[in-house]
């Protein structure tokens, strides 16, 4: 019984230490940066300005509030994200996007350093202790301007220049359905995917017709069987008749002699009168009057 109340505690210990863990800033990662831009997003009062886009990279919701960005490895507090701002929850695979303008008076995405388009751009996110290092990247010098610097897949680790910039979204998005695409490019009139359509229906019907067909054959042979069954048994009955012993039979005569004097007792009190073979009556007859012949 106490290793079963351990074992549980351990299991919640876990839960929570992973729960916990899902919860930390850890989870964040610095995802695509735009050092010069000059005809793509803009911020909350219309201006055009470096950004820097994160992402949370767990299945749990993150608050960033209390964290470090920085450009200046010596400095990693540079710039605290402001505590109290409900915008720093981070949702499971979420982005947010902080701007690199040097104003941070205009609120908690607005960053009091910039981003110097003409050489490396040193960037870092520090845990709330200033000290534990989340994520950090080197943006490349000569970047080209509205093509942002980020990661291929949201989270991963490989890099590379982004023609398609993608704030606060995901960098890698499917702008069509590779199935239609290769429909379009080998089979533009639509014939093939007509006869498989057909191909598909008709297999299907002759699978349904043979399986319906199985089940009736198994069904009559069913019937013939228990039909079969019911004459066997008809006939044993018959090849037995005539055999039954004596016992039987006395059985069935007692039986029918009790049933007949309970039937006939009315008749039992009849007075039969049998009919006289002669036409005369013995009384007057004169063969008694008459002296009998002598024998000689």
């Given at each position: 019984m106490m290793n079963k109340k351990i074992?549980?505690?351990?299991?919640?210990?876990?839960?929570?230490?992973?729960?916990?863990?899902?919860?930390?800033a850890t989870s964040m990662r610095i995802n695509e940066v735009l050092v010069i831009n000059e005809?793509?997003?803009?911020?909350?009062?219309?201006?055009?300005?470096?950004?820097?886009?994160?992402?949370?990279?767990?299945?749990g919701s993150v608050n960033i509030q209390g964290c470090f960005l920085t450009n200046d490895k010596n400095n990693p507090k540079k710039y605290p994200i402001p505590k109290g701002d409900v915008l720093t929850l981070i949702h499971p695979r979420q982005h947010t996007l902080f701007w690199a303008d040097g104003e941070p008076?205009?609120?908690?995405?607005?960053?009091?350093?910039?981003?110097?388009?003409?050489?490396?751009?040193?960037?870092?996110?520090?845990?709330?202790?200033g000290k534990t290092l989340i994520d950090e990247v080197i943006i490349p010098a000569s970047q080209k301007a509205d093509i942002s610097y980020g990661r291929?897949?949201?989270?991963?680790?490989?890099?590379?220049?982004?023609?398609?910039?993608?704030?606060s979204t995901n960098n890698m998005t499917l702008d069509s359905n590779e199935k239609i695409d290769n429909f379009k490019k080998n089979d533009s009139m639509g014939?093939?995917?007509?006869?498989?359509?057909?191909?598909v229906v008709f297999t299907g019907l002759f699978l349904l017709f043979f399986i319906f067909k199985q089940i009736g054959k198994i069904s009559i042979a069913a019937s013939k069987r228990n039909a079969q069954k019911a004459a066997g048994s008809t006939t044993t009955i018959a090849s037995n008749i005539g055999?039954?012993?004596?016992?039987?039979?006395?059985?069935i005569g007692a039986a029918l002699?009790?049933?007949?004097?309970?039937?006939?007792?009315?008749e039992n009190t009849v007075l039969t009168i049998r009919k006289v073979q002669r036409t005369y009556s013995p009384w007057s007859s004169k063969i008694y009057s008459l002296r009998e012949v002598p024998r000689k």
């Open positions: 074992g549980v505690l351990l299991l919640f210990a876990l839960l929570f230490s992973f729960g916990a863990k899902a919860q930390r005809d793509n997003f803009v911020d909350d009062y219309g201006k055009r300005h470096a950004w820097i886009e994160l992402f949370n990279n767990s299945a008076n205009r609120g908690t995405f607005h960053l009091n350093f910039t981003l110097d388009p003409s050489k490396e751009n040193y960037i870092a996110l520090y845990d709330a202790d291929i897949v949201d989270g991963q680790e490989q890099w590379a220049q982004l023609t398609k910039v993608t704030p014939i093939g995917m007509t006869l498989t359509a057909m191909a055999q039954e012993s004596g016992e039987i039979f006395a059985a002699y009790e049933m007949s004097d309970d039937n006939h007792d009315i």
